[in-house]
């Protein structure tokens, strides 16, 4: 016999089965009891107890985990306000300790501006720890404010004169008589100036 003849109305699908004793009702009965094993195997049943200590443990999770996102943003914000506070602290510090040293900035200026003869070894003398004031200022970050020529500011000026003057416009600094000092952004000391106008 041919491998054609041999073939059992058993061996075709459940569809292509003749509607006879047992073929198309035995085939839909077979699929519904695959379906329900696999329900039962996701279906998972709880008493009322159970459910409710779920219910408990769920609630204090999302409690705790609510504390725990808080607790961690209270932290990167101490942690950057103490970053904050240690760099103004140090920035202060820095500002005591240079402020004094204005003065004899001040006065090396002064004797430096007296004295007339250039070959004195006085001058050169002066001119060289002058020097290294300068260098020793700009280490801590001490800058020279510019004054003289530029619009008056009173967060950086302190005007102590008024001058009327044509060839200068109006507010604008006319002489410095005491430089400032800036260290960052902060003012060290203010400018005493002359203003025009």
């Known amino acids: 016999m041919s491998e054609e003849t041999k073939k059992t ?6 569809d292509k089965q ?7 009702a035995a085939a839909p009965k077979e699929q519904p009891k695959k379906e329900a094993k696999k329900d039962k195997k ?22 705790t ?8 943003a209270e932290y990167d914000n101490y942690r950057k306000r103490t970053a904050k506070e240690k760099e103004g602290v140090y920035g202060a ?11 004899i900035y001040d006065n090396l200026e002064r004797a430096l501006k007296s004295d007339e003869d250039s070959d004195s070894p006085h001058k050169k003398g002066m001119e060289m720890i002058f020097s290294q004031l300068k260098e020793i200022l700009e280490k801590l970050g001490v800058t020279e404010m510019e004054a003289e020529g530029k619009p008056f500011d009173p967060e950086r000026h302190n005007a102590v004169m008024h ?5 200068l416009g ?3 600094v006319a002489e410095v008589f005491q430089k400032g000092f800036m260290i960052g952004d902060r003012v060290l000391r203010f400018a005493v100036v002359k203003v025009a106008n």
């Open 163 to 167: 001058v009327e003057d044509e060839t």
């Open 9 to 14: 109305p058993e061996a075709e699908p459940p």
């Open 18 to 24: 003749p509607a006879g004793a047992g073929g198309a």
């Open 93 to 103: 510090a820095k500002a005591e300790t240079a402020l004094p040293f204005l003065a």
């Open 65 to 72: 985990k609510d504390k725990y996102v808080r607790l961690l």
């Open 170 to 172: 109006e507010n604008v």
């Open 42 to 63: 996701n279906t998972v049943t709880f008493t009322r107890e159970e459910a409710e200590k779920l219910e408990r443990l769920a609630a204090e999770f999302a409690d």
